[in-house]
């Protein structure tokens, strides 16, 4: 009996209460950092990040908490968050990770004046059916809205809304390169106006109509005329290639009714614009290469007579001479308090 008593008595002592298991302490994973948000004022930016995440650690736990804190108003530059924890047991864990905001950026000039002929000044044949001698044709018909110039200043309106830079819409139906020379003085001088900073040229279709290569010279030597009179203005100038023609417009099935065949500069526009490309890096000024933004699209970018664009065309033109002005004339110094007295503009709808 004794025996027995010991054997249970010894294995009673044997047996111990399992213990739990104390967790490691509390570890915290900070977010990646986020993208360099623009300023929307002197002051900085309104900036939105995603939370730091925490493993481990006795409950409660305390955090995570970010300073500065996630929607916070943070200056222009570098700024550290620091995001922290702590657990029951009072051991903490850190961790950092960096905001960028960045200055708005803002263009070294802001009046630009478009020249040109009516592809500058935006016509658009498929919005025009009239009858004409009992006959429906297709017109030549202006819409300013949807012109180049037009998109050209929503482009930058969006971008530099710092800012208020307009594109002055110059162009005339029309028009030949002899004409636009001796236009020209007076669109960059206009009375009680304040004159264009920046000279934006888009010319030339109308001499190539007639098809004869005779006229390419003269053409590109009036152009290179008129890159010399906006330098002796002392403006930049930017220079653009002609968009493709189509020469098979107005021909074949579902050909629109009225349509008038303008496409006979059609051969002629590659090498016009080849030596426009010569004279614009002999003269030093922005080549904007119009041609290749287009890719050889003369379906939807060009309108039923062959030669002019239609209105995503024209914004395909605008978003060229963008990207060119963007590269060329942004610039990286940081705003002063005055520069954003403009109020905030979106993009404008596109009427279509």
Known sequence: ??????????????????????????????????????????????????????????????????????????????????????????????????VVVQAAPTLRVTRFVAFGDSITAGEIVGEGLVAQGGVMVRPLLVDPFLSYPADLTRDLAVRYQAQSPFVTNAGVSGETTTQGAARLPSALSPVNQQPPQVLLLLEGANDLGSGNPSTVTPAVLNLDAMVRTGKSHGLPVFVGTLPPENPNACSGAGVPAGCVFRAGGAPLVVPFNNAVRLMAASEGVTLVDVYQAFNGNVTTLIDFDGLHPTAAGYQVIADTYFAAIRQTLEASAALSPDAFGAPLLLPLPRRR
């Open 1 to 98: 009996m004794v025996l027995l008593v010991a054997g249970i008595s010894a294995a009673r002592c044997s047996d111990s209460p399992s213990q739990p298991t104390d967790p490691a302490a509390p570890h915290i994973v900070c977010p990646a950092a986020p993208a360099p948000f623009p300023a929307t004022d002197p002051l900085g930016a309104v900036v939105t990040y995603n939370p730091a995440t925490v493993a481990n650690g006795t409950p409660p736990i305390s955090g995570p908490t970010c300073t500065p804190a996630s929607g916070s108003k943070f200056p222009i530059g570098s700024t550290t968050v620091a995001c922290t924890v702590s657990d029951a047991r009072a051991r903490t864990d850190a961790c950092t990770f960096t």
